[in-house]
């Protein structure tokens, strides 16, 4: 397929590393030049402006920021036959149109910087057939119904940055007591990634539940301390 990316910052960044061998011909925009050139060297995708990424591509993936949107897309012409995903989450399908008229916005793809290497979970929204057909079976598709559902993945998936706090403070706490500092992270790492991938969340915690055990001792503090509240209530202001 001719892909093209309007906006090179991070995520579309390893949107394109992650499918630049699956033999599609990429154009990325220059818009942020130290990325694309280093797209370009590594992957040979070709760099254009942004009408001239538009004209190279049947897909076209919009990756800038909601106010850069208003004021870029305007100005471009585009085809009744290219079809648009967008990653910008503050954007509705309804709203994209009338900006890139005559082309049509499928489906809002919302990766992660893993997808880069694959193995990442992707949230998407509307006809999601094309991001199925692009990114798996190396990625995860889930699909949501609209925009607050959307919403809802967006806030919840926020936990990822308190968890891997967690595992990093229990790496710092554990380091001046054992010989390799670094051995003690790579398991931790292992540990939870491995157990989250392996099991459903209720019957791990059942697994984990063991009366008097080093895991159940901790939670229990840190239930007593409050922690699910204040969780809960961060990603109800968001």
């Given amino acids: 397929m001719r892909l093209g990316f309007i906006g090179t910052g991070t995520i579309a960044s390893a949107v394109v590393e992650g499918i630049a061998g699956d033999g599609h011909q990429i154009t990325v925009s220059e818009r942020s030049r130290a990325r694309s050139a280093d ?14 990424v538009a004209d190279a591509s049947d897909v076209l993936f919009l990756g800038l920021l909601p106010d ?18 967008s990653f910008m989450a503050g954007v509705a399908l309804d709203t994209l149109s009338s ?14 910087p893993g997808i880069a290497r694959g193995g990442s ?15 798996t079976p190396k990625n995860s598709v889930y699909t949501v119904e609209n925009d607050t559902e959307l919403t809802a993945y967006l806030c919840a998936q926020a936990v990822l940055s308190p968890a891997v706090k967690l595992v990093s403070d ?36 059942q697994a984990l539940n063991t009366p008097g055990g080093y895991n159940a ?11 699910p509240e204040v969780l809960e209530a961060g990603l109800s202001r968001l």
Avoid: C, Y
């Avoid at 998407?124 to 990114?135: C, N, R, V, W, Y």
């Fill in 121 to 135: 979970p992707i949230i998407a929204m509307g006809q999601t057939d094309l991001i199925e057909t692009l990114f």
């Fill in 39 to 52: 797209l370009a060297a590594r992957f040979g995708v070709a760099v254009a402006d942004n009408q001239g």
């Fill in 68 to 85: 850069q949107a208003a004021e870029v897309l305007p100005a471009l012409r585009f085809r009744p036959d290219q079809q648009v995903i």
């Fill in 217 to 227: 001792r901790l939670r229990e503090h840190m239930d007593a301390a409050g922690v």
């Fill in 170 to 205: 229990a790496a710092r706490w554990i380091a001046p007591k054992v010989t390799d500092p670094a051995q003690a992270e790579d398991f931790l790492r292992v540990l939870v990634g491995s157990s989250l991938m392996a099991n459903d969340l209720a019957p791990l915690l």
């Fill in 99 to 112: 900006l890139i008229a005559p082309a049509t916005p499928v489906a809002v793809m919302l990766p992660f």
